[in-house]
Every structure is written in structure tokens, then in C-alpha cells.
């Protein structure tokens, strides 16, 4: 079977994510959550192609450093949304991959509004040389993009370098994975993440509108995966922020409220759940 449906078939049942990063001497404190379900997964007899959904549930806590800010509903923030891949086989080196996310994204103040809905969309190619290396490229559209720019490329190359060994080059995060004991792996890693919510009550600053939040940060740090029992592995990382951005923006993303964020020490952990079967 070609190894990006390997992939796509082995996506896990449920992950789960809380992520903080210290607050400092920061204008706004935040708290990520995160729950993605797979819902369904079917591959296609001839194995040619195979089809998934995911359940995307997000939420963000945010608290603010600024007065005016404390009473105007801006202190949670929800993401929503179901994700449909299909993974399609072109040849014996070629896949094509298509990811479609209708979603809503808001603090839902005055109940769901079309500015709410949030679609993005990723269209991937893969090319894979051999089985322990794959190159993927393609675009994205994300409608919601924590930095305003909706078309953006994907790259990526991975490579298996030995049995304990994996590295991993993208324009979002780049990556190398040892295991160090058989329910181990240490991951150092380097990448972006980031958010963009629309508000729901647009916010008037003097003779401007702020419609939406972007959240920004480049972190570099240590990802432990811990593997708890079958099918349930225990996921942390610890790291630094080497850059953030949160901003208030209007409808053309530019800034109506940036706040002053300090780089500090992040933090997440979470849970990988996968049901009757054997993942590592």
C-alpha cells in the first residue's frame, strides 16, 4: 500500500492539546485547548483512495492587561468545524492530497453570523522516491490566517533515517525525532502556531473597526511522546517563544489594537488516543 494512504489511514482517533505560554510582563494571558475526533475513515477496495472525517473542537481563554478591553465579551474564543481529507494515488511515487475544513470561528457574542464561517482549504501533492522519504508541496487557503495572508504555499520533506531516527523540513515546522526507549521518542522542533477569530460585536476604536484577532508565535523547544498503554500515548513539550503578535485587525488585517507580548516559556501537554488498533 503507497505510504501516504499508510498515513492518512493511520491518523489518530482522538488528540487532545492544552498549550500556554507564560505571561510576563505581557498586555494579554492566553490558555489553548484543543479535542480533534476522527469520525470515519474508509479506504476504497482497489486501495486507490481513501476517505476521512475529523471533529474539530478549539477554544481559546484569553485575559487582557488593558481596561477597556476587560467587559467587551473578548475573553473566550471558540473554533469549530469538520475536517474532510481525501487521499488519492496518481502512481507508484505520486498522491494527491485534499483537505477541506468548513468551520466557524468566533467568540459567538451575538450568537452565528456569516463572518463566523471560516473555511480553509489545502490542496498537497506527494512524490516519494522511496518509502522512507516523501516531498510534499502544494498550496493552502486559509480564510482565517493568524497573519492575514489567506494563499499560502506548503512544503514539506520527510525522511526516515534509521529505526529510531526521523527528520522533518517544513515551512511551518521543521523537526528531528529519536526514540530514545521503546515508549519514548524525544522531538526537537522549530514552527509557528497561531489562531484568528472573528468578533462577533466589532469593536470601535475612534473611527475604526476591529473585526477580528490574529494571534502569532515562533517557538523552538523539546516534544516528549510517551507511550502510557495500547493505543494511548501521553504527549509534552516545553520550549521558548522566539517571537509573538496579538492584534486586533479590521477587515483588510491591518492593525487597529497591536499589544505588547514578551517572549517567554511554553507549554503544552495532551493525550493521543487510538482504538483496536496498534499505532506507535
Not at 482549504?121 to 498550496?139: A, H, M
Request: net charge negative; hydrophobic share 35%.
Amino acid at each position: 500500500m503507497n505510504s501516504c494512504l499508510l498515513l492518512a489511514q493511520q491518523q489518530d482517533d482522538i488528540t487532545t492539546e492544552a498549550s500556554y505560554t507564560l505571561e510576563g510582563d505581557s498586555d494579554v494571558d492566553q490558555i489553548n485547548y484543543k479535542i480533534h475526533a476522527k469520525l470515519f475513515s474508509k479506504m476504497r477496495k482497489n486501495y486507490k483512495a481513501i476517505f476521512s472525517t475529523k471533529l474539530i473542537a478549539e477554544r481559546s481563554d484569553v485575559s487582557y492587561n488593558v481596561p477597556i478591553l476587560q467587559e467587551n465579551e473578548l475573553d473566550q474564543f471558540y473554533n469549530l468545524g469538520i475536517e474532510l481529507t481525501y487521499v488519492r494515488i496518481i502512481n507508484q511515487k505520486w498522491n494527491a492530497v485534499g483537505v477541506f475544513r468548513p468551520q466557524l470561528s468566533s467568540n459567538f457574542a451575538s450568537g452565528i453570523t456569516s463572518d463566523d464561517f471560516n473555511p480553509n482549504l489545502v490542496v498537497i501533492f506527494n512524490y516519494s522516491s522511496k518509502p522512507d522519504r516523501r516531498l510534499s508541496f502544494g498550496t493552502t487557503y486559509l480564510s482565517n490566517s493568524p497573519i492575514g495572508i489567506p494563499i499560502l504555499p506548503y512544503i514539506n520533506y520527510w525522511q526516515k533515517l534509521s529505526d529510531k531516527a526521523e527528520m522533518n523540513l517544513g515551512l511551518y515546522e521543521s523537526s528531528y525525532s529519536y526514540k530514545v526507549f521503546k515508549e519514548t521518542t524525544l522531538t526537537a522542533f522549530f514552527g509557528f502556531e497561531g489562531f484568528n477569530y472573528n468578533i462577533s460585536n466589532n469593536l470601535n476604536v475612534g473611527n475604526r473597526v476591529a473585526e477580528s484577532v490574529n494571534y502569532v508565535e515562533v517557538r523552538s523547544g523539546i516534544r516528549v511522546k510517551q507511550k502510557l498503554s495500547e493505543g494511548i500515548h501521553f504527549n509534552v513539550h516545553t520550549g521558548y517563544t522566539l517571537s509573538r503578535n496579538f492584534d486586533f485587525v479590521d477587515d483588510s488585517q491591518d492593525e487597529v489594537i497591536g499589544f505588547d507580548m514578551k517572549n517567554n516559556l511554553s507549554i503544552a501537554a495532551g493525550l493521543i488516543i487510538n482504538f483496536g488498533t496498534k499505532k506507535q
